[in-house]
């Protein structure tokens, strides 16, 4: 037997069909997990961070305390500073430098390096003139203030 | 492939040169992207290269944390290459992308052992950075 | 003592050989030929030229010489070819050897190495209007997933005395990528199409990587159980990979195991393909077979690019769709040069990696779907 009948009689167009849909669901639902890896690693790596904004969150209620959330910066420093503050009052001050890149690095911030690197530069860390650093509240304090004016 | 003598004019440790001496640490220099992260010096290698920076960001850090940062052109980093105790103090690491010029020690001693009226130009300067930064090396801040 | 000359000289390969012997000698002489003076797979064609010569020395039966002689030297060899004990063990060394990033950055992409696999059952549906039976037909079209070891594995099981032709035609094309898909890979797009620039893909990070090999695992093989063997080992080696602890595991599978494995296959291989099988019309199909699986994987995998930027804000180059066919990595790098034919500073080789790895895996599921259907 030969041609079209050949492949009916061997169910060939159902097994190519059915072959292939599998294959396909098999790389798409992968494709999906993938794509989620990634987003899931990042929520573990931050859960203590998010840990620290719902703890602060709920400690709003009892009494006001300005949050780094909202310092004149562009995005992404802004996000590090806040993410940064936090590592650093588990720290504590004065603290290394090279301790405060290693811990963001594990805490799932990217970029570590240029990161902190954007804060020395914003002045939000500053050395201690003994070979360790600080956070640098009268600036934030500053940030805060001209950003209240701005709007 | 040497560097372009208009770059290491504009340095600091090298602004007292002359044409002809800036011609002959050009021809010893190369430039070298950095990318971030990436760690240039490590504290206890030998140590065989010196390094100005360009552009970019860099931290170097000690034994028990301690640390400085440079972020200006003509910073330099490495200077164990050319005195004591000729291996790296500590480890020098890029906090942003950017380029270093970087010059063998050896070469550079070389140069400056040869020529008297330089090694006294650049020493100097050697020597004040050396002095602001041991502080932090030896931790007596 | 005359008698006994006369007996010996009537065992000697030149009083038994036939014209089968001689022709398949000869291909031996060219598949090595090929491997070595022009570079074709030589990892694989010099072995299984070498194997053919093995294989095709005239002996007398029940001497225990024969390839299909229990207890030869050969027969051993083959056991492994037989029992699919080779192919896992070369999936295991290939993803000791693979980086799954550029996958891993753009999931996405995945779908061209599904879209290639069409290839597979098209030539399945050829197969069995040419009048092969059904089994026969799985083994010619799994040629289209271009992946040698997926090949014999699933020959071996569904059709062992195709496993020579099939071997041999399978490493043959994938050494012809370079010839076999540019032309359809023009033909399919158009210039605007073949400049366009695919964007950096994400950074991926370490633990995504140690992650994936077992997310990947098991979320195959519990919809497709057939690719088990040859999915376990491929994820199993990127794991001692991305491990970075066991390294020396990792290095020994994709060296000294691989290598290893390498040659007894092809040798076995080699070997199994006798004239009876290799000089008939039989094997002339199943070569025209496999270059119009080739043709018809890297048309799918380009179509299924276009109609996916369809969709696409970020538009991704069509031309990566042929890399779908899974012969890593001489597809990626053919979309590489011909995207570079009309753009010099178009660099899509790490972007082409990613169907080209998902073509593998692609690959091995067909593999054990058609194993499902057809095995046993």
């Known amino acids: ?151 | 492939m040497p560097v372009d003598i208009n770059i290491i004019d504009s340095l600091n440790l090298f602004e007292d040169l002359s044409h002809a001496e800036l011609e002959e640490i050009a021809f010893l220099m190369s430039r070298i992207r950095v990318t971030e992260g990436e760690a240039i010096t490590r504290r206890g290698a030998p140590a065989h290269t010196i390094f100005i920076l360009l552009s970019g960001n860099f931290m170097v850090f000690f034994k028990e944390g301690r640390s400085y940062t440079l972020h200006n052109k003509g910073d330099i980093i490495g200077l164990s290459t050319v005195v004591i105790p000729f291996y790296y103090t500590g480890t020098a690491v890029a906090l942003s992308d950017g380029v270093v010029l970087s010059m063998p020690g050896q070469e550079l001693l070389r140069l400056i052992e040869s020529n008297p009226v330089m090694s006294d130009k650049i020493m100097k300067k050697i020597n004040q950075i050396v002095s602001a930064r041991l502080p932090f090396v030896t931790g007596r801040c | ?376």
């Open chain 3, 1 to 376: 003592m005359v008698n006994l000359l006369i007996e010996f000289l009537s065992n000697t390969g030149f009083a038994l050989a036939g014209y089968q012997n001689i022709v398949m000698i000869l291909v031996g002489i060219v598949l090595i030929y090929l491997g070595i003076a022009k570079g074709y797979e030589p990892l694989l064609l010099i072995p299984i030229g070498f194997g053919i010569l093995m294989g095709n020395i005239p002996v007398i039966r029940d001497f225990g010489l024969g390839i299909y002689e229990k207890g030869s030297f050969l027969n051993y060899m083959y056991y492994g070819v037989m029992h699919d004990i080779y192919p896992p063990l070369i999936f295991l060394g290939v993803g000791a050897l693979t980086d799954f990033s550029a996958l891993l950055a753009r999931p996405s992409l995945m779908l061209l190495g599904a879209a290639a696999q069409v290839g597979i059952f098209a030539t399945f549906l050829g197969a069995l209007a040419l009048g092969f039976a059904p089994n026969e037909a799985a083994s010619i079209g799994i040629i289209g997933g271009a992946d040698g070891p997926t090949a014999i594995f699933l020959t071996a099981v569904l059709a062992p005395r195709l496993i020579g032709p099939v071997a041999i035609a399978a490493y043959s094309y994938m050494a012809l990528v370079p010839v076999i898909q540019p032309p359809i890979m023009r033909l399919l797009t158009s210039r605007k199409e073949r400049l366009i620039k695919m964007e950096e893909p994400r950074e991926v990070s370490k633990k995504e990587k140690l992650i994936f090999p077992i997310v990947g695992f098991l979320l195959c093989c519990f919809i497709a159980p057939g690719a088990l063997p040859l999915l376990g080992m491929l994820f199993f080696g990127n794991l001692l990979k991305e491990s970075v602890v066991a390294e020396r595991l990792a290095r020994a599978a994709r060296s000294s195991i691989i290598d290893t494995v390498t040659i007894l296959l092809g040798v076995a291989v080699g070997a199994s393909t006798q004239g009876d099988i290799f000089l008939t019309s039989k094997s002339i199909g199943i070569f025209i077979l496999g270059a119009s699986a080739f043709a018809v994987a890297t048309a799918a995998g380009v179509i299924f690019a276009k109609f996916m930027n369809l969709f696409l804000r970020q538009k991704i180059n069509p031309l990566i769709g042929a890399a779908g066919v899974s012969a890593v990595p001489n597809s990626a790098r053919v979309v590489q040069i011909v995207g570079q034919a009309e753009d010099p500073t178009n660099f899509l080789l790490m972007h082409a990696m990613a169907p080209n790895i998902s073509g593998v895996i692609g690959s091995a599921i067909a593999a054990g779907i058609l194993w499902s259907f057809l095995g046993g």
């Open chain 1, 1 to 151: 037997m030969y041609g079209l009948d050949a492949i009916s009689a061997h169910n060939g167009w159902q097994l190519a069909a059915l072959g292939i849909s599998i294959v396909f669901t098999c790389l798409i639902l992968l494709s999906l997990a993938i794509s989620q890896i990634h987003k899931a690693l990042d929520f573990w790596d931050r859960r203590y961070i998010y840990y620290q904004r719902i703890k602060k969150l709920v400690q709003r209620k009892h009494r006001s305390e300005a949050t780094v959330s909202d310092p004149v910066l562009p995005k992404n420093v802004k996000e590090s500073a806040c993410q940064c503050k936090l590592l650093i009052e588990r720290i504590g001050e004065p603290f290394p430098l090279p301790r405060l890149i290693d811990f963001s690095k594990k805490c799932g911030l990217l970029n570590s390096h240029s990161s902190v690197n954007d804060l020395l530069q914003a002045k939000l860390i500053i050395p201690d003139g003994k070979g360790y650093f600080l956070w640098n509240h009268e600036v934030e304090k500053n940030i805060k203030v001209s950003m209240k004016m701005n709007s």
